[in-house]
């Protein structure tokens, strides 16, 4: 019941060059320093022996412009279907791990494996980040980032949904107020 989830498209390649895509839900961040964030994979899935053999993956996040794509790259398999050609997806090469970037995601999280932890229906895969890439139109003059004009998706439930309108900024609730 701890919804909502962020739904993330993740690309990997396997030691033969092959890649492919697969939806994570149970993803997120573990650590800030050194940065790391874990996925969650069934080990029957196309792409979990890619991951086991190479230890690397990049996280891209999605958007409602790629939630046709997101729920496509996690009920098809790539045993049967290149998702990237179904898809029209564009692979880019990653700067520090073998597997590719999706160019048409807003960050690309390149990831090195520092551990795995079967935990039942899935492995946790532990990782370290390697790189991040962040589409330079969602960059401010300040180098500030606005991924919420690239319109996130999440996953709740069996549903994808576009995230609301900013509430707060962390800190807001004991600001000091500033007198007028």
């Not at 045993?79 to 073998?98: G, I, Q, S, W």
């Not at 946790?124 to 991924?147: G, I, P, R, T």
């Amino acid at each position: 019941m701890l919804y909502p989830l962020p739904a993330v498209l993740v690309s990997v390649a396997g030691t033969d060059g092959e890649k492919n895509i697969l939806t994570v839900a149970w993803t997120g961040t573990v650590c800030s320093d050194p940065p790391m964030v874990s996925i969650s994979v069934r080990p029957e899935r196309y792409s979990y022996k890619m991951l086991k053999e190479t230890g690397e993956f990049v996280i891209n996040l999605t958007t409602e412009e790629l939630v046709f794509a997101t729920d496509y790259c996690g009920v098809k398999s790539g045993r049967d279907v290149d998702k990237f050609k179904e898809m029209k997806l564009t692979p880019l090469p990653a700067k520090e791990v073998n597997a590719p970037l999706i160019a048409e995601s807003p960050v690309n999280i390149e990831c090195r494996v520092t551990e795995v932890r079967p935990l039942g229906s899935h492995d946790m895969f532990l990782a370290k980040v390697e790189a991040v890439h962040v589409q330079e139109h969602y960059m401010d003059e300040n180098q500030k980032f606005h991924l919420e004009e690239a319109h996130p998706i999440v996953y709740s439930h069996g549903a994808y949904f576009s995230m609301g309108r900013q509430l707060g900024t962390f800190g807001y609730s004991v600001r000091k107020k500033r007198k007028s």
